[in-house]
């Protein structure tokens, strides 16, 4: 799951309002805090949530910062770092190509998003798995 995530949240691109490539790069190049992450329909945005980060840069490669949700018990909840993950985008038309290398494995993955109000939204393309992340650029 973990992968999957990752590879999805460096899998990004469709600007329904942007025609070129130049115009898609400039929107997407930033840093952004994630807001929200829904998968298959449930909601998985909890305290830890604002903590992962997603730093688009220029060269064409990114990188994402990720914390989990604990909970021990009936104790409070612990915001865990799960660590960075680098990868390599390219964007061809509308849609990027992320290409991420974990454990000598490549993985890409390709998605769909839109930019409106400093707010970013990543959907997985129809045929993976319904996931849907939030960012707002910080």
């Known amino acids: 799951m973990k992968i999957l995530k990752l590879t999805f949240l460096f899998?990004?691109?469709?600007?329904s309002c942007q025609s070129n490539d130049e115009d898609?790069?400039?929107?997407i190049i930033g840093k952004w805090r994630e807001t929200s992450?829904?998968?298959?329909?449930?909601?998985?945005?909890?305290?830890?949530?604002p903590l992962n980060t997603?730093?688009?840069?220029?060269?064409?490669?990114?990188i994402s910062t990720n914390y989990?949700?604990?909970?021990?018990?009936?104790?409070p909840y612990e915001c865990v770092f799960e660590g960075k993950t680098e990868s390599?985008?390219?964007?061809?038309?509308?849609?990027?190509?992320?290409?991420?290398?974990?454990?000598?494995?490549?993985?890409e993955n390709e998605s769909i998003f839109t930019i409106e109000n400093d707010i970013l939204t990543i959907k997985n393309k129809?045929?993976?798995?319904?996931?849907?992340v939030t960012y707002r650029r910080i």
């Open 11 to 15: 899998s990004l691109i469709f600007l």
């Open 24 to 27: 898609n790069t400039s929107l």
């Open 37 to 49: 992450e829904i998968e298959s329909g449930k909601d998985y945005t909890n305290e830890c949530t």
């Open 54 to 62: 997603l730093e688009i840069m220029e060269d064409g490669t990114a």
């Open 68 to 75: 989990a949700h604990i909970v021990k018990g009936e104790e």
């Open 88 to 107: 390599q985008w390219v964007i061809n038309g509308s849609i990027i190509t992320v290409t991420i290398i974990e454990d000598g494995e490549s993985l």
């Open 126 to 132: 129809p045929e993976n798995e319904p996931i849907i």
